[in-house]
């Protein structure tokens, strides 16, 4: 499985930016798909992450403002990001790992995660 995160750049506070994670090498559909971010000495943290079945999940500092999903054609999950802030700053990466088509609670754990992509830039100026 390789993954490859796109779209990341400089949004003023107030604004939107969407970012991808193409997965390529298996079947998609049968993986849960997250995001992370991580901001300079900072912990890795979880962000939002989206099941086969289209289950999310959302850090209370994105929920409201942040969304998810998966093109199960395209093999690419999205993470549309509005009302940006500074504190949104951060190396953005996307993780996945196998799930099947079993029903399984979103993952919030970095070590939940098998696979990760290379982290695309996004930095929120105020």
């Known amino acids: 499985v390789q993954l490859q995160a796109s779209g990341g750049g400089l949004v003023q506070a107030g604004g939107s930016l969407t970012i991808g994670c193409a997965f390529v090498g298996r079947t998609f559909s049968m993986y849960a798909v997250g995001w992370f971010r991580q901001a300079p000495g900072k912990e890795r943290e979880f962000v939002a992450a989206?099941?086969?079945?289209?289950?999310?999940g959302y850090a209370d500092s994105v929920k409201g403002r942040f969304t998810i999903s998966r093109d199960n054609v395209g093999d690419t999950v999205y993470l549309q990001m509005d009302r940006l802030k500074p504190e949104d700053t951060a190396v953005y990466y996307c993780a996945a790992d196998y799930s099947g088509h079993n029903i399984v609670e979103i993952r919030t754990s970095p070590g939940s995660y098998g696979y990760w992509g290379q982290g695309t830039q996004v930095t929120v100026s105020s």
């Open positions: 989206v099941n086969w079945n289209d289950t999310t």
